[in-house]
């Protein structure tokens, strides 16, 4: 009899504990890699952020190094969100989806915009204005796409 029970509270868990910890999954992996996207206007050098502060928006996961940080992007997430979600811009302009190193950067007009790489973002610069233009045309096809799709 305490076999039954113990089984059927380990399925109880798993029914209602199970769905709740799915759930707490769904934004594990932290946008930008970890980096702090405030700092990136804020400071000279973006800064990785701490799990002590943490917040999401548009189904990404962001931290950020500081409490401050972290009110600044909840005032207003749309300023500090990563354009294209995070994806490379240059790769954006030409619809495809490679991952922005967030080393590799530039803020535009208070925008942070992410390149895959020094290679790449040298073409980017070559045309900021036109790969912008380029890309926001381009998001609006490839934004719920599989980058492998591409």
């Known amino acids: ?9 380990l399925t109880a868990l798993f029914a209602f504990g199970g769905n709740a ?5 769904a ?4 946008a930008v890699q970890g980096y702090d996207v405030v700092s990136y206007q804020t ?3 973006p800064v990785r952020g701490s799990g002590h502060y943490v917040a999401t ?5 962001y931290i950020f190094s500081s ?4 009110q600044t992007f909840k005032n207003n997430p749309e300023r500090y969100a990563p354009a294209y979600n995070g994806y490379c811009a240059f790769g954006v302009s030409v619809g495809k989806k490679f991952v922005g190193d967030p080393e590799v950067f530039r803020v535009v007009n208070n925008r942070l915009y992410l390149n895959l790489d020094a290679t790449i973002q040298d073409d ?4 900021i204005p036109g790969r912008i233009k380029s890309a ?3 998001w609006t096809k490839i934004e719920n796409k599989d980058p492998a799709a591409l």
């Open 124 to 127: 980017w610069l070559k045309d």
């Open 57 to 61: 928006h548009d189904g990404a996961t």
């Open 43 to 45: 400071g000279k050098r």
């Open 67 to 70: 409490q401050e940080n972290l």
């Open 27 to 30: 934004h594990s992996a932290p």
């Open 136 to 138: 926001d045309k381009q």
């Open 1 to 9: 009899m305490k076999i039954k029970a113990t089984l059927l509270a």
């Open 21 to 25: 910890a799915a759930a707490d999954n």
